[in-house]
């Protein structure tokens, strides 16, 4: 009988390669497809769960991109794990941030939104590079991490205008561990925790 993890990984397959069809770029969304059984192995999220992230992020760009004016003039990012929605960017006013995080609740399968905007002009793209030299940065910190169980893969990191945002569902000491880690990064500005706890494997026990 096949798995929930692997039916889970099957559909996240053929919705990529679908969604590559629809778009005229299949051959790259198909080898991307690929890996997600690998990642699922060190998942803390269900399959169905990883999907419905992905899921989520697709609806989101597509409602981004359908936006109808003035709330084009903002520049925004939407993040989702474990079915909670990051969104990042910045926006001419705090009303049309406002007014693009209830969009982005109403969709199905949002459990909450962490609305991140700033007011302020779109960021430039020396900022934009800095904040990817950052992010990768910022993971080789966490590959540092001494702890048992620990693995730096489940740790989400989105960085925006040199903010750090850490998504994952991770212990309390490899929260702690990972924050403490990503604050002596040069050049972060800013650390944000949203992480979702889960009990320690030997308290589980």
């Known amino acids: 009988m096949i798995s ?16 590559g069809l629809q778009m ?12 997600y059984g690998g990642t ?6 269900t399959g169905e ?11 989101a760009q597509a409602l981004l991109w359908q936006l109808p004016e003035p709330l084009r003039q903002a520049r925004a990012r939407v993040i989702s794990y474990n079915q909670v929605a990051l969104l990042v960017g910045q926006a001419p006013n705090p009303a049309i941030a406002q007014a693009l995080a209830a969009r982005i609740a109403a969709l199905p399968q949002v459990r909450r939104v962490y609305n991140e905007m700033t007011v302020g002009p779109p960021l430039g793209v020396a900022q934009i590079s800095t904040d990817t030299y950052l992010g990768t940065r910022a993971k080789l910190a966490l590959a540092a991490i001494q702890l048992p169980d620990f693995d730096p893969l489940r740790v989400k990191i989105v960085v925006e205008a040199g903010t750090v945002y850490l998504l994952g569902l991770v212990t309390p000491a490899e929260a702690e561990a990972s924050i403490a880690k990503i604050r002596h990064v040069p050049e972060v500005q800013r650390v944000v925790s949203l992480f979702e706890y889960v009990v320690p494997p030997a308290a589980a026990s």
């Open 4 to 19: 929930a993890t692997t039916r889970a990984s099957l559909a996240i397959a053929a919705l990529l390669a679908l969604a």
């Open 40 to 45: 699922l192995l060190h998942e803390r999220r």
């Open 24 to 35: 005229g770029c299949a051959p790259v969304l198909v080898v991307g497809a690929a890996t």
């Open 49 to 59: 769960t990883v999907l419905a992230d992905e899921t989520i992020e697709w609806r």
